[in-house]
């Protein structure tokens, strides 16, 4: 295709879940090392259960001949690519995207489905919420979850559906718990608002003075 | 054991699944890195539910001196395999193993089950299938599977059964969807005949002279 | 916190699991990478099905200035964190825990629930006993569990229960299957005495003289 060109294509969604695209135009890495890949959701027959928020979000690594935090154009790098050692991560494509740029918001109370991807590259992401279990994962159809997962590995290529609901107001943390990569830019922020329920959890006293 | 020396033992499978093998001599890890292990299968009572097409499936990783083309032996590299950084991959042995020599066949209509499996000595394989969704996954017992999925993550050491039915012709992509291990290895062909529906899929229309 | 300082604070446990804890201070990577986090089991109302023995294992990963079996104080190296480089792998804190200093003990005949989790603090571990396979697999809830599993990832940040019952006398190794690791620590032992079954496994014949 040429730039500008469109072409359109069909076909059978015939199986239901939360997919990664990408063009497979050879060579496919190269292109998905650039970020050309998205998600797409096949609901099964009359949708899947109402939440009171979604939300998708797709992590991706980059190899660049520069280190994390230079500025300006940063060339590819091949070796760092074919090693497997990107210089940064991002979610939705930049590397602030979600805990500076756009920070989810919800409220107390509410069921949220985060459809989670891994675009790669290479590397998959290990996702957890700081202060969060999961009540439902499935990557695929929503028969076969797996209950109460603290973190869950999303494969490169592919997605998975994360439900959980929101029981205390607070800043959560989004992350891939390979930790050294929030440093680098895998990392968002859910702002919860809302009445605190000390039942649920209550907070260390602070020092006098603080 | 000697070369040429034979040797018998007895067990009893107590556990249905797909399973990887491999000596346990010490040190393990560098007879897994010459490519000694293979798979074994253990079906249960009344067996598996009839297929058209089983294939079994290994991926394993080396570690060489020389870099990935380089012709002619290859020394053994202990710090690229502690560093986990091979420089080549197979399917069955054979970086060309299953996309230039013996390409697997099947027909539209027919089932699949694949098991696939992560020979190592250190990687884990996300398998993916581009342009195909697999109805069911299981790693271990059929009666736990997971439906509907895109990628797989395969831990080293382990095989898993991928079940699908194939749909439309072409030839289809296998992967590790770790997508720069694809071009020095993880890649296979799956070559499906048969008519064409295209009411599962419609291809773009040529471009005029195409 | 000051050293020696105490905090008390208070939580409802609202989802029954085994997951990992650890400080979220700022920056949360660098405690995990020191080792500070731990395991917390919250039972289901009425227990978890009994068993007769227990263990809680925690891998973690180490990334030092020096190599694998250098004597005395190790400086730590950032540039091997972010590069998920480590020098050496720990169950329990230590690279000799479970293979020397303290080695697991049941009988023929037990049931075993394993919780084993994944510190990091970037990598996940691929745990495998040799020669068992395990009945069933749960991370988070038992209801979800996956059955017959011979190797199973447990991702960074998180804890799986692992059940199987012994049959068979003998000295099991538990490792990480990313089968390098188990030459820098990641590796234990579980010694199981009682009477040898035949009919479950029957070894070679040794050689004469043996």
């Given at each position: 295709m040429e730039p500008g060109e469109t072409k359109t294509f069909t076909f059978k969604?015939?199986?239901p879940g939360a997919y990664m695209y990408h063009c497979a135009l050879s060579q496919p890495w190269h292109h998905v090392a650039q970020g050309m890949y998205g998600a797409i959701l096949v609901e099964p027959r009359?949708?899947?259960?109402?939440?009171?928020?979604?939300?998708?979000?797709?992590?991706g690594e980059w190899y660049?001949?520069?280190?994390?935090?230079?500025?300006g154009h940063q060339e590819f790098s091949q070796t760092k690519a074919f090693a497997e050692q990107p210089e940064l991560f991002t979610f939705n494509?930049?590397?602030s995207a979600l805990n500076q740029l756009f920070r989810l918001e919800a409220e107390v109370g509410e069921t949220?489905?985060?459809?989670?991807?891994?675009?790669?590259?290479?590397?998959?992401?290990?996702?957890?919420?700081?202060?969060?279990?999961?009540?439902?994962?499935?990557?695929?159809?929503?028969?076969?979850f797996l209950a109460n997962q603290e973190t869950y590995h999303v494969p490169a290529g592919s997605m998975a559906a994360f439900e959980f609901e929101l029981d205390v107001p607070g800043n959560y943390v989004l992350a891939d718990h390979a930790l050294y990569?929030?440093?680098?830019?895998?990392?968002?922020?859910?702002?919860?608002?809302?009445?605190?329920?000390?039942?649920?959890?209550s907070p260390p006293a602070p020092r006098p003075g603080e």
């Open positions: 969604a015939t199986h009359g949708g899947l259960t109402p939440v009171d928020r979604e939300y998708f979000i797709m992590q660049t001949r520069g280190s994390f935090g230079d500025q494509g930049h590397a949220v489905r985060l459809f989670f991807g891994a675009g790669g590259p290479n590397l998959g992401s290990n996702l957890h919420i700081f202060g969060e279990i999961f009540d439902k994962v499935y990557s695929g159809s929503p028969e076969t990569r929030m440093s680098r830019g895998a990392m968002g922020l859910l702002l919860v608002s809302g009445e605190h329920d000390e039942s649920l959890y």
